[in-house]
């Protein structure tokens, strides 16, 4: 090669990498835009049910159940969905459907003709375009990131979003307190609409198989379902992403209701106890990369997944007063582990699965794990009816200790590094 031809192939590189970080930015912006109004949804939507509706713990826990049951009734279509359809295309979709289902509560509330059943039915809608949209993100992310990049681009990806659960429910809470709920879900609104149309700005991903489009839809289901059951590091990593997942959606719907009525925390209280999980999440993504160096991946899950669910221990030990703060030590331990395991466990996904896989390897796992989200939020509604809110916190707090359980009886405790 001649000094022109490697001067012109430098240019070039350096032009792509221009090119590719300016589509990670665009990606990122959007992602962050749109956390933001969800950590303020997180926050509102329960809320609005309990000041607003005078929903009880087990209403209150319909909400989360609704929303997250949408990955167990389209969990493994979604990753079919996201191959066949465009990409760009049915992202920005899922960000204005959700726009649209967030808009019509305070619309709903102006008109005085707001319901529970409303709110379950948005809820449920909500999780329906996020099942798609998240798979779909997944999916994103290695279409304009090199693999060298994955680990730490995911790292500010999840450290962006621990920021937007550390402001957004902060920010939530003090909406709801001093301009109401239904405001503060208009916000989300607009965020999704950000995210369309900065994720519409992005380049076109190129499609990876084309002849699987003339694959019916159960083959292509078994093909990723058969490479996580099969994989020996994937594997056992569902297992404890699941059984953690079932923990937070207990944490989601029982929390609000332990604050407002057992601890009688006001509304923007509320918010900024529950957004120190951010602080946490925050810790854990900027500390991953360097746990991974030195200890390797592995030992860094086994490690930060038994500490946190050490931790959470605090949180039914809180009460009023100074007693807040070890609710919100405990939050904070438990985020951590749960931003390390996420941030891990999908870059390893994402590194090891073929690209034609990956949309169904990351809707499989998505189904399985995400899955169990309603059925911990039903269990900490109807545990809260039985044991009162502090009980069924313990309870949850002691069920927290199997996802570590999972990690340490698997493979995973023998190894360094994931790969």
Known sequence: ???DQNIAASDETGIDRRRSASAFW????GSTVSGVG???????LPLMAVSVLGASSLEVSFLTAAQYAAWIAIGLPAGVIVQRLPLRGTQVAMDLIRAAAVLSVPVAYALDVLHLAHLVLVALVLGLATVVFDVGNSSFLPSIVSKDELTARNSLTSASASATQLGGPSLGGVLVQFCGAAFSLVLDAVSYVISAVLLRSLPRPE???PEAERQSTVQLIKEGWRFVVHHPVIRPCVAAATLTNFICGA???LLPVFLVRTLDAPAGLVGVLI?????GSLIGAALTPKLVQRIGGARTILCTSLLGSTAALLMPLSDSGWGYLLFGLGNIGFGCGVVVLSILTRTHRQTVTPPELLPRVMATVRFVSWGA?????LTAGASAGLLGNRGALWLICALAFLAPAALWTSPLRRMRDLT
Do not use: C, H
């Open 275 to 279: 957004a120190t999980e951010g602080i």
């Open 1 to 3: 090669m001649t000094a």
């Open 251 to 253: 944490f989601m719907a």
């Open 373 to 377: 989200v309603p059925f911990g939020a």
């Open 207 to 209: 499609r990876t198989r």
């Open 26 to 29: 665009r990606y990122w912006t």
């Open 38 to 44: 969800d950590a303020i949804t997180t926050v509102a």
